[in-house]
């Protein structure tokens, strides 16, 4: 690895770490004897639909500068999709469209954190948010989920309460969970919701597997509560539900008073999403319910495969998730998940991501990604028993 000691660029981005799950993929990327399940996708290609919708839009010559808060037809597609999902309506000005749900985090701690500031953050978490506070100058920080005995996780938010100080601009929360696949509860929103109008705090609740959940409704959201008037920012995505990782699409829920903020951090991060893929974004969204259907039967599927071979190895303690498509697993005895999945990757030429990428909660646990064929997964778990037993 180059050393990046002698760079003169800001402290803060020299000292950012490189995410561990690229450490792992940039070890067996490339090698087609792999079974790569270290990051959060799946094998399924973007449906047919989207990708017409998208040569159409080019070929109609939708590709000139557009809105920055996106495209007026996509807004209110969003507006209309999310208002059928959840108890109270959204409207079309409180949605931004950004270039990938990781864009949108960029932007909301662009927007919140000063340097010095800290965002309370529930963990394990994927790394991302945290980066985007540290390279604002803030701090992001980590309060852990409690591990519950048999696998699965529960939340302590007396504990996420009592992390708030006077530099805390707003809690994270990650539901359904990567990596944990937790979910938080009404009730739990509720609290949550009070504690941050009480104390003039944002809440930034990050809902990209919003749709990948396991039970019969959509899982618990902020929107079912949330006043326009809220400190309340939604994150979104067309990455997981839609196959469309490698589009960079996604939206934010924001107060309408946010919006002309955004609207000038969009001009000087992007100057808006790009025009044709926004226009695939709207028959995503009016024409995907059958595809998201069959993609998380597929991955339930996959999970149970997953979860009933990995409970059966000897060493291993992990709980059926009920969103998301991670079996985020303890496995007794590990004290370095990182070294463990890199001797995991060369002998049994499986990809996982180690625990320690998702805070220091993490450690000791492995995240395998289910979404992909079932018969992959019981393959790939097979061929890591003997790591496992
Ligand atoms: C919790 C969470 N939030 C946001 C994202 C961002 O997704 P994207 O940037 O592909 O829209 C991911 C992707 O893995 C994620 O796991």
Same mark, same amino acid.
Not at 9 to 18: F, G, H, S, T, W
Not at 36 to 48: H, I, V
């Given at each position: ?56 839009a080019?070929?109609?010559?939708h590709t000139f500068y557009t809105y920055k808060a996106g495209l007026p037809e996509l807004r209110s597609a969003i507006a209309?999709?999310l ?7 959204t409207a079309a000005e409180r949605i931004l469209v950004s270039s990938s749900g990781m864009s949108a985090l960029m932007l909301v701690a662009q927007a919140l954190i ?14 991302n948010i945290?980066?985007a506070v540290?390279i604002m ?33 707003g ?31 944002w809440?930034i609740?990050d809902?990209v ?22 400190r309340l920012i939604v994150v979104n995505s067309f990455s997981?539900?839609?196959?469309m990782?490698?589009w960079r699409l996604g939206w934010l829920t924001i107060p309408p008073d946010l919006l002309p903020v955004m609207e000038k951090l969009v001009e000087f991060n992007t100057s808006g999403s790009p025009t044709f893929l926004q226009h695939a974004g709207i028959?995503?969204i ?11 039967? #597929?991955?339930?599927? &996959? !999970? /149970?495969?997953? =979860?009933? @071979?990995?409970?059966?190895? %000897? ?51 492995? #995240?395998?990604?289910? &979404? !992909? /064929?079932?018969? =992959?997964? @019981?393959?790939?778990?097979? %061929? ?6």
């Amino acid at each position: 690895m180059t050393s990046t000691e002698s760079i003169p660029v800001r402290d803060a981005i020299r000292d950012l770490r490189a995410s561990r799950i690229a450490e792992i993929s940039a070890l067996g990327m490339g090698d087609p004897d792999v079974i790569a399940l270290w990051y959060g996708e799946g094998d399924l290609p973007t449906p047919d639909f989207i990708g017409r919708a998208a040569n159409a839009a080019i070929e109609a010559g939708h590709t000139f500068y557009t809105y920055k808060a996106g495209l007026p037809e996509l807004r209110s597609a969003i507006a209309g999709y999310l208002t059928g999902l959840y108890a109270r309506p959204t409207a079309a000005e409180r949605i931004l469209v950004s270039s990938s749900g990781m864009s949108a985090l960029m932007l909301v701690a662009q927007a919140l954190i000063d340097p010095g500031d800290n965002l309370v953050i529930i963990a394990p978490i994927w790394p991302n948010i945290a980066a985007a506070v540290s390279i604002m100058g803030g701090e992001p920080r980590l309060v852990a989920l409690d591990p519950v005995p048999g696998g699965g996780w529960s939340l302590d938010l007396g504990r996420i309460f009592a992390a708030c100080d006077t530099r805390t601009r707003g809690i994270f929360i990650n539901s359904p969970g990567n990596p944990t696949g937790w979910m938080i509860s009404a009730g739990e929103i509720e609290d949550l919701l009070a504690f941050a109008r009480a104390r003039g705090l944002w809440l930034i609740a990050d809902e990209v597997y919003g749709r990948i959940v396991y039970g019969n409704r959509p899982a618990p959201s902020f929107l079912d509560q949330g006043a326009p008037e809220d400190r309340l920012i939604v994150v979104n995505s067309f990455s997981k539900s839609w196959a469309m990782t490698g589009w960079r699409l996604g939206w934010l829920t924001i107060p309408p008073d946010l919006l002309p903020v955004m609207e000038k951090l969009v001009e000087f991060n992007t100057s808006g999403s790009p025009t044709f893929l926004q226009h695939a974004g709207i028959a995503a969204i009016r024409e995907g319910e059958p595809f998201i259907a069959r993609f998380v039967a #597929r991955c339930r599927a &996959a !999970r /149970d495969v997953a =979860i009933d @071979a990995l409970q059966a190895c %000897r060493r291993v303690e992990v709980a059926r998730p009920d969103g998301a498509f991670y079996a985020f697993f303890r496995v007794d005895g590990i004290a370095d998940s990182l070294a463990f999945a890199k001797d995991a990757l060369g002998r049994t030429k499986v990809g996982l991501a180690p625990g320690s990428a998702f805070g220091p909660m993490g450690e000791g646990y492995l #995240r395998l990604c289910f &979404a !992909r /064929d079932p018969r =992959i997964i @019981a393959e790939a778990v097979d %061929r890591l028993r003997p790591l496992l037993d």
